[in-house]
């Protein structure tokens, strides 16, 4: 798994230097690794080299993992769910992680809520918007926002802390940059209401450089990490 120490050490390199670029702080940008489809073992070496923050897009495979490394003693991992998610598999969602960056409907919002075991505490949620304008992409347009972070606010088991998007995959440059700048400008649009607004989710592996630039505060990057996603599915 040496590989992926080095792979690590690369990513972090990259971002410091995007945050350089722009003359932001490194600590404002928060990595956080893909690691669908991916076994354990390769998140077991990200683990051991420091990273603390992985994202799954699958639940009942990433219950599997979550399960099988929590059975192990690995308790301070943070599990992010960062997929589409289907109203048949929410109460997986709600039961087994701590954020999740994808919601883009009322109804997965009231499902999380209902469904997020007492125990678990309060489910940290993002609102994934629409920001590529494509119709097979997942997100919420933007006039639908406002609607879902008022519902957010004020379901007991779930506290918005942020928005999420996912850029075009071979959009130019200045797509990109008006992109990303947007859903920036959503973000600082509504913290005033919404002051815990404090995470903007954007930029993956081939776009981490303007989305930093742009005003990101965590970087979802899986590809350069672990190498391309394996599909069992």
Not at 34 to 58: L, N, Q, W
Not at 151 to 176: N, Q, T, Y
Request: glycine share 6%.
């Amino acid at each position: 798994m040496q590989n992926i120490v080095e792979n690590l050490s690369a990513v972090h390199a990259q971002i410091a230097q995007a945050c350089a670029n722009c003359q932001r702080p490194e600590a404002e940008v928060h990595l956080l690794c893909v690691s669908k489809t991916k076994p354990v073992e390769m998140i077991k070496a990200a683990y051991d080299a420091g990273e603390r923050h992985f994202g799954e897009s699958y639940a009942l495979e990433a219950v599997d993992k979550i399960t099988a490394l929590k059975a192990e003693g690995y308790n301070d991992i943070v599990w992010h769910f960062i997929g589409p998610i289907q109203s048949n598999k929410t109460k997986y969602i709600a039961a087994h992680f701590d954020i999740v960056e994808s919601v883009e409907r009322a109804k997965i919002l009231e499902r999380l809520s209902a469904q997020r075991p007492d125990e678990a505490g309060v489910l940290q949620v993002l609102i994934q918007v629409n920001i590529s304008h494509e119709e097979q992409k997942q997100g919420c347009e933007e006039e639908e926002l406002p609607e879902l972070l008022a519902l957010a606010s004020s379901l007991p088991k779930i506290e918005v802390v942020g928005l999420m998007g996912v850029a075009r995959i071979d959009a130019p440059e200045e797509e990109l940059r008006a992109s990303f700048g947007r859903l920036q400008y959503l973000l600082s649009r509504y913290q005033g209401q919404y002051p815990q607004l404090k995470t903007l989710s954007m930029g993956m592996t081939h776009d981490m450089q303007p989305a930093i630039a742009s005003g990101s505060t965590e970087v979802r990057i899986g590809t350069a990490i672990f190498g391309e996603r394996e599909y069992h599915h």
